[in-house]
Structures are given as C-alpha cells and as structure tokens.
T-cell receptor, first 113, second 113 residues
C-alpha cells in the first residue's frame, strides 16, 4: 500500500519569505500526488495535484510543487508567504481506480509578521 | 455550484449511543468517501461509495458503516460509540472512481462523552 511522510511537523516562516514543505511517498508505481490545506475547524482544500506529465505543477494561491521520482518526493513551494497561508498542509498519495488516499501527518505552518 | 455539504456540523453524543452523519456531494459527483481525522491518528480512510456500492473500506471496526443513495447522498453510521470515536469526520466527493482529487466538506465534529 502507498504511504506518505511529511518530515516537518511544524514550520515557522516570516511573512514574505519563501516556503518549502517536504513530502516523501512510498508506492511501487507512479502515484497520484496531492497537496491539501486545512484551516482550523475546516475541511481540506485542494492546492494542486500531479498525475503525469510536467513534473512542476502549479496550484492555487501561488503554490507549486515538483515531483521528483528519483527522490520519491513531492515538495510544496511558495516564493513569498502571506500571513493568510498559516494553516496545516497535508500531502497525499492516491492510486488509480482507488479512492483510498493516504495522507501524511501534516505540517503546521506559522507565519511571523 | 454548491460544494460538499455535511450535516450536522457539530454533534455531542454519549458513549454507547449511535450516530448518523450525512453528506451531500457536489452535483454530478458519484463517488463519496469518508475520512476520520484525529490529532493522534491523523486522516484515516473509512470507506468509499460509488453508485450506491461500497468500493473500498479502511481498517475500522464493523461499528462504522455507511451507505449511499441513488442521488449520491451518503450517510455514515457509528454504533455503540466509544470515547475514541471523537473526531472530525470528513466527507469528500469526486466525479468518478480513481483518486483524481477530492472536494472535501467542512466536516462533522463528533464529541463522545
């Protein structure tokens, strides 16, 4: 079965600084990869997804992620963080024809003014 | 178009009782999945329904069950509630099978006392 690791439980960055959230997955074939964001007490909002093709994926809110097969990674980046980006971020891996997606434990992002 | 609607938003139940949660997917979406989110275990897949049939099931006891109606609305039921069932229950819908990315509802916060 597929699995996901998010090595960083909590990250603090200053507003305007760049951000990179790490995600490593384990799956034998090419996975479907996702990043979701969750604000307190809310559901999850899809930021971006990768199925195939171009390994650099653009998402909403200025986020992007790069799929690196050799490193089994799908790191999320943003060049300049805004205070409203403070939330919890989840990386997830799915497989074809199966909606049993596996989520990482999440990375909580704090943005300093 | 309307998003995924979960009702109720908050629920308090007593240990030993049963509870039913409801989810209305995005119009046209036929796949509905349920997840349990807790601070200790994170996001865990419960089950997925497609065209009124359970297609996948996570590793939860039989006290957790669900169903899907012909209009794609779904309910999940938890019987004989335990304190550990306290969680945010998230419903997600997608147009078809295959993890092409969900749209999540805001969740139902269940507290068992």
């Amino acid at each position: 079965a597929q699995s996901v690791t998010q090595p960083d439980i909590h990250i603090t960055v200053s507003e305007g600084a760049s951000l990179e959230l790490r995600c490593n997955y384990s799956y034998g074939a090419t996975p479907y990869l996702f990043w979701y964001v969750q604000s307190p007490g809310q559901g999850l909002q899809l930021l971006l997804k990768y199925f195939s093709g171009d390994t650099l994926v653009q998402g909403i809110k200025g986020f992007e992620a790069e799929f690196k097969r050799s490193q089994s990674s799908f790191n999320l980046r943003k060049p300049s963080v805004h205070w409203s980006d403070a939330a919890e971020y989840f990386c997830a891996v799915g497989v074809y024809n199966n909606n049993d997606m596996r989520f990482g434990a999440g990375t909580r992002l704090t943005v300093k003014p | 178009k309307a998003g995924v609607t979960q009702t109720p938003r908050y629920l308090i139940k007593t240990r030993g009782q049963q509870v039913t949660l409801s989810c209305s997917p995005i119009s046209g979406h036929r796949s509905v999945s349920w997840y349990q989110q807790t601070p200790g275990q994170g996001l865990q897949f419960l089950f997925e329904y497609f065209s009124e049939t359970q297609r996948n099931k996570g590793n939860f006891p039989g006290r957790f069950s669900g169903r899907q109606f012909s209009n794609s609305r779904s309910e999940m039921n938890v019987s004989t509630l335990e304190l550990g069932d306290s969680a945010l229950y998230l419903c997600a819908s997608s147009a078809a099978l295959g993890a092409r990315g969900y749209t999540f509802g805001s969740g139902t916060r269940l507290t068992v006392v």
